[in-house]
């Protein structure tokens, strides 16, 4: 491999990819360092998330590795709706669980998240929304007895 193609290796998006897992792993394992980390038998608190950095890391490095061996993808132009929805749909769910409440903020996060897509139309958004909130629901509310509010203080 020359130069010119080790470099474009390099900046392929395969390569990317791999180097924003290793970091990804390696910020993860920063967080982890602290906690305490057993055995394996008896795990502490930090004994699985050290794991999945180490697991991260390994898929990351294997990512990397594949595309200075092979012909990584070439860059593609980033998807910024996407990124932005998403980014938003965690934020809303996050900040908003308690003062929206559960169907509210799981609602607003399921509708952002399914229009980063630009796949699905508003309708469908809306319609896995109100699955996702019975679901939810069912599961954490009913099932779980979890102390959740379905309507929190912001609207009520």
Partial sequence: MNGKSLLRALVSQ?????????AFAGGFAFLAKDLSLGTALRMGSGYFPLLLSGLLGAIGLAIFIRALLGEGGQMTPFAWRGLILVVAA???FGFGLNGLGLGPAVAIGTVLATLASGQVGLRGAVILAAALVVFTWAVFILGLGLPIAMVGTWLS
């Fill in 90 to 92: 965690v934020l809303v």
């Fill in 14 to 22: 395969d390569a990317l990819s791999g180097l924003m897992f290793i």
